[in-house]
């Protein structure tokens, strides 16, 4: 997904009160428009896919809050988004929004550790390629440009950034007899864990939209495992996966780094780059995905298990520029679950994941010695007649204490090697965090969704006060983020 610039930057009052008056006014509009686009848009303006099926978004989409996929929506991708008739391919999204937070000034510095807080603006917009080319070939191409990227050195103006996001190409061809049902495919993408169906995992997992960086700088968890998303839009991934009966799923990928040929799905991403640095990978990094699903009446579930080895070579901290040689290992095993209840008017989904990374750093550079990191998420969304919803999420992180990995870092998007200085730091040397995520939504036509998150901290890098050593307490990292998302 997105990537983040994180870190302090010193603003002006008077800036942020002309900031917050040119970004209200450009929000009023652009939610305006949101509305307007999904009200008329409600018959004839869909988003690709629903107009290659012919299907409202209800019927790919639990309770019809994208992107939480329904059995109908998992068969469709699995073909390769070849259910339907060629159509218009063409899609897009905007996502406007506001985050406060509650202690957003580093006391030791006396800086702005967010400088877009609390003001309203437009965040991010997506173009979509998507649908059917042939019976068997179809595919998801997403490019993102993030308008506030980052600031230039006066803080005067911000850049935006274009870049890949989701990308998911596939070749499959589906077997049906009086016996079995099987689909087998291809799969070529840039995000492991993208091509899966289940929302379990962290690419198409919650938080489905959050604060950017610029206006939170704790929108997350300040570490993160492999299986948690730190490849995003970094690699090249091609694998073939097999689905027996609607019951057994299992899929081998192997990525590397986006270079070369497939560039194209790590744009944005650049060698040297200090804000949007490219990750290098030794040799290809295997992922495994194995799965069993069953269906009964309105009712399914999924139980998986996920597997990924990576060697990541160091960046340079100054160029960042990747230093071949030693490389750091990292091995994690996951284990997920997925239960759906979907019977008009009520829907309920849950999801439940586990990943344990061992980490081995040969450089030196980013781990004193052998560390393991333990991630958690759980998540529990109720939908009243695919219009009003709420859900609650948990995240935490453990891992062992280490020095150089966690006494000055709390970039959740940070590349795998290469932790981030940011305005806090691990006084105990952990990266140990648990977040509370309340949601409550409103879908007032398909393809808008409303929504009010509440991101609430018990425990930040290791304790839940004074965890910076400098009087900063978890509970301070606190933050409100409302946000008008639209497809159309």
Known sequence: MRQYSYGSTRVRKNKDSQNFRISLNKTFIVISALLYFGLVGHTKALPAFARQTGQSCVACHAGGQFPELTPYGRIFKLTGYTIGTQGNPFAAMVVADVTKNKSNTDSTSNTTIAPLNNLPIIDYG????????????????????????????????????????????????????????????????????????????????????????????????????????????????????????????????????????????????????????????????????????????????????????????????????????????????????????????????????????????????????????????????????????????????????????????????APPASPSPSSGSSNSNTPDTKLWTPEIFWLPVQNLRLGLQYNVFTQYLGTPTNYDGKNRNASDNNSAYLYAWVAF
Do not use: C
Not at 400 to 408: G, K, L, M, N
């Open 126 to 413: 997506s173009g979509f390629i998507a649908g059917k080319v042939t019976d068997n070939l179809g595919g998801f191409v997403q490019i993102t440009y993030s308008v506030y990227d980052k600031q230039d050195s006066n803080a005067n103006t911000w850049q935006g950034h274009l870049g890949s996001d989701n990308t998911d190409l596939r070749y499959a061809n589906r077997f049906i007899s009086s016996n079995n049902d099987l689909i087998v495919g291809l799969s070529v993408n840039n995000n492991p864990g993208v091509q899966d169906v289940w929302n379990s995992v962290s690419a198409w997992g919650y938080p489905y939209v959050a604060p950017s960086g610029n206006a939170s700088g704790f929108n997350g968890l300040p570490a993160s495992t492999i299986l948690d998303g730190k490849f995003s839009t970094q690699v090249a991934g091609a694998g073939a996966y097999a689905y027996l009966n609607k019951a057994i799923y299992i899929e081998l990928t192997g990525y590397q780094t986006a270079t070369g040929f497939w560039k194209f799905l790590s744009q944005g991403n650049k060698i040297g780059d200090p804000n949007h640095p490219l990750t290098y990978t030794q040799g290809i990094s295997p992922y495994l995905r194995v799965a069993y699903t069953h269906d009964w009446n309105e009712q399914n579930i999924m139980i998986g298990l996920i597997a990924m080895n990576a060697n990541v070579y160091a960046l340079d901290p100054i160029t960042n520029l990747p230093q071949f040689g030693p490389s750091t290992h990292y091995q994690d095993k996951g284990i997920d679950a997925q239960y759906q209840y979907l019977l008009d008017p009520h829907t309920v989904s849950a999801h439940l994941r586990f990943v344990r990374e061992n980490i081995n750093d040969d450089t030196g550079q980013s781990y004193v010695g052998p560390s393991r990191t333990n991630s958690i998420f759980a998540k529990i969304t109720y939908t009243y007649r695919n219009l009003y919803g709420a859900d609650i999420a948990y995240r935490s992180i453990n891992g062992s204490p280490d020095s150089t990995a966690y006494a000055s870092y709390t970039n959740t998007n």
